[in-house]
């Protein structure tokens, strides 16, 4: 499967538990909607993902991609400490300049 070098780079941090290259895969200004919640921004992105490990230890494996209408978005296999585990979850990735600018977890 071919994921553009951010998006790959996103799963590819997931999978090492890199906070460093994880926040460097969004731009900025970027907002990313999870668990009914929204983060904005480098700093809260940067504490939502280290919050969200600690909780849950999850593992995101990508199963397929599709792009369409400027988003790609991407079934991945999600395994951790939480109920349901292992879950197949949608990313939902927006792109600007060659980062991620708004990332939706459904």
Known sequence: MQLS?????FF???????????????SPDATVKDEG????GSEA???W???????YRHRAEPLDATTADGRTVVRA??????????????????LAGGRIARLEIG
């Open 5 to 9: 070098p951010a998006v790959d780079a």
């Open 12 to 26: 590819q941090a997931e999978k090492r538990s890199d906070a460093s290259a994880l926040a460097a895969a969004f």
């Open 37 to 40: 919640a929204e983060h904005a």
């Open 45 to 47: 992105i940067l504490a």
């Open 49 to 55: 993902w280290q919050a969200a490990r600690a909780k």
């Open 77 to 94: 296999r999600v395994t951790g400490e939480f109920p349901g585990s292992p879950a197949t979850l949608t990313f939902a990735f927006t």
